[in-house]
């Protein structure tokens, strides 16, 4: 019995002092905290955040069903990229939508008020560029 | 029976030759000076040898034509490669690109190597040095991946 005892008078502070560790992490700043979080640099803004709302955002985030699209962007996840796959994302955002790719013809024929207007278009790209010689400059 | 083959071996042979004067679109080699990658930038000699034998051949000025290059219809097939190559990507006027375009060719680079869609299919099949294993393909997307930061430094 007293052997017991002792036994437990060494484990309790061994438990407390180990229960003290893990509830002093704080794991939401562990996962925000890597070297490819850009929240305090990058900011989308309200007329480009429309633009994606209408016209990307169904197919580009993590929930998406295709994984087609989701493998290739992922606009909901942006500020968890490094800043250098950040500026090859917005290079992308760029040339796709001046090539006329996005959002896919047969997408639109489904949903034809999703498409870009040419006005849409010159914005998105004129950002896309802006921003990445920003972030590389 | 014969002379059928005969035949017909004859008109092979004269579309053949036929083939060899029709134009094309050839592809030469114009470096500039101080324009290509290698000559700025300090690649790993390992990855640059990779590079060089998987790569260059489509994304360079300085192509090696193998003898069948310039023969019909092979011909117009490797011009059409190399075109549509230097197009996507030419390692030769690397320094004269904006930094944002290099970061993302290079994450071009890591993706295509990764998922296998470069080089292309038909070039392996002459080119026994473009079939790159697995750790090769890793290590050129190590390399695009840190070259890109390093790009940021």
């Known amino acids: 019995m007293k052997n017991h005892l002792n036994r437990l008078f060494v484990l309790l502070p061994v438990v407390a002092v180990f229960v003290i560790v893990l509830s002093s992490f704080d794991t939401n700043s562990i996962t925000r905290s890597g070297p490819g979080n850009q929240e305090d640099t990058f900011v989308i803004p309200d007329d480009i955040q429309g633009i994606f709302d209408k016209s990307c955002f169904g197919c580009h985030n993590v929930d998406s069903k295709s994984d087609k699209a989701r493998k290739k962007l992922l606009l909901d996840q942006l500020h968890d990229l490094s800043k250098a796959k950040l500026v090859a994302a917005l290079g992308d955002i760029k040339d796709i939508v001046g090539e006329g790719k996005m959002p896919p013809d047969k997408f639109l024929e489904n949903y034809p008020d999703k498409a870009l207007t040419p006005e849409e278009a010159d914005k998105l790209k004129a950002w896309a560029e802006k921003t990445a010689d920003e972030l590389v400059n | ?153």
């Not at chain 2, 035949?7 to 004269?14: G, N, P, Y």
């Not at chain 2, 053949?16 to 592809?27: T, V």
């Not at chain 2, 390992?46 to 219809?73: E, M, T």
Request: contains cysteine; aromatic residues 12%; proline residues 5%.
């Open chain 2, 1 to 153: 029976m014969k002379k059928w083959r005969n035949t017909i071996a004859f008109i092979a042979l004269i579309i053949f030759i036929i083939l060899q004067f029709i134009p094309y679109d050839k592809q030469m080699n114009r470096p500039v000076k101080g324009q290509d990658l290698f000559e700025t930038a300090t690649i790993p000699e390992d990855i640059g040898q990779l590079i060089k034998s998987a790569c260059y051949d489509c994304h360079s000025q300085f192509v090696r034509f193998p003898w069948y290059a310039n023969i019909a219809p092979v011909s117009w097939l490797v011009a059409k490669d190399i075109r549509e190559g230097r197009e996507s990507l030419d390692f030769s006027v690397w320094n004269t690109l904006p930094k944002r375009e290099q970061l993302k060719l290079l994450d071009e680079i890591a993706e295509e190597v990764i998922e296998g869609t470069m080089p292309i299919d038909i070039y392996k099949v002459m080119h026994l040095e473009a079939r790159l294993t697995d750790e090769q393909r890793d290590s050129i997307v190590s390399w695009a991946d840190s070259f890109a930061e390093d790009l940021l430094e």
